[in-house]
């Protein structure tokens, strides 16, 4: 019992802060917004925090306008520069972000609702999608999503009888949303600090509204089209992970290496109980994007294909209770399809999951696009050209979900920092207190 509440301690903090990002640029709308804000008990010393909210207005979605809850985080009665802080998802609310005093010493900050999850006044909600994603597959490939396909049309389905109009909640949207709060605000420039998805909202702003950017430090960065996880990448980022321990731990990379050259196969059962090898690979596939958990998952893995399931087997029973309670799962897929709905795309993806450590996750989770366009979706991906300008990405060496491998060339070298040994949430989420030296650093002193 202890172990399996580790475990599913361990994925539950994995997933709460795993993040995926989407793009889009596509349904900018000229809708109106207005504000009522209230002073707080400050939430460091020294600081006042003001809730507010933003109100859009002219939605095709019921009841036809919009309530989104900002905090922003302020000290002294002078101009400061402020950031907009964008964290991770989608399904997951931005508020649960609170910056550290570190932050506060040199910056406000405001943090945004996103819109359709969370604290939004409209929530995107349909049981169909956990329902699908609980079905148990037989591998990560669009031919064993198929089983999945009657609730992912019930799910689109579902909100498409509620009025939702998919468009209005793309990221797009999104960063219109940080527009009309830096507007009603009054600010003249913003800074922006973000996280995965977030810095897919991020490089959409900043691109639309350069004028108005001061900089932006983009953790884990997530560069349009990089919704979707390839097999061929994230296989290099196991190959590189695997290099790094030949030195220091020759036994684990052995292991690795024979993971990573010559996987076998993972038994079905532990002792009477079944057991479900594509969930327990899923629950291993989110626990390898951090380094506190990263280990955990390819020993399970090593030692199941050896014959000894116990850790898989509590992995693959984790797997419900990530489906449960990690994400909202009617926001993650409307977002991702709306960003990276591309059936070619996804059919590469499938072909290179293929013998790849961990199949692909992506062929089942983009494996509903008929559904989605069935639903009045567009699969219509705008892989628009980001401007990196005053832009600062730092990312993790061994990020199996926004890679290095997809560093855009647009991006000078010296603007690209990659953290040693680092995973997917850890750059920030690990100690976001110390990620006050790079904002300090480059914001206020871009030319040293």
Known sequence: MDMTRRSLLQLMLAAGVQTLGVQSFAGCSTLGATANATSDQPAAPGARVVRGRLTVTGLRTPPGALDLPYVYYRRGSGPRPTLFFLGGGPGVSNLKFEPPEQWLQEFDVVVLEYRGVGQSSIVLSSPYFARALRQPVEGLSLRAAAGMQEDFRAAFADLKRQGVSFEEFSPAEIAEDIERLRQQLGLDRIHLVAHSFGTRVALLYQTRYRDRTAGSVL??????????????????????????????????????????????????????????????????????FNASTRDTAFKAMASAESGSAGNWYLFSLAYDWVIRFSFNWADFFVKAYMADCDRAAVELVDQQGSGALFGSPSAVLFSATEAFKSAGGVCRPDHFEPDYRRTLAIVGEFDPSTPIERKPHALPDERFVVLKGAGHADVLYANPGAAATWLTRFFLSPDA
Do not use: H, I
Request: avoid cysteine; charged fraction near 25%.
């Open 219 to 288: 953790f884990s960065m997530n560069t349009p089209g990089g919704f979707l996880w390839y097999p061929a990448d994230t296989q290099s980022v196991w190959t590189r992970y695997r290099d790094s321990l030949r030195a220091t731990r020759p036994e684990q990379y052995e292991q690795l290496d024979r993971l990573l050259r010559t996987p076998s196969a993972r038994p079905d059962r532990y002792g009477p109980f079944k057991l479900n090898d594509s969930k327990a690979l899923v629950v291993a596939f989110f626990l390898s």
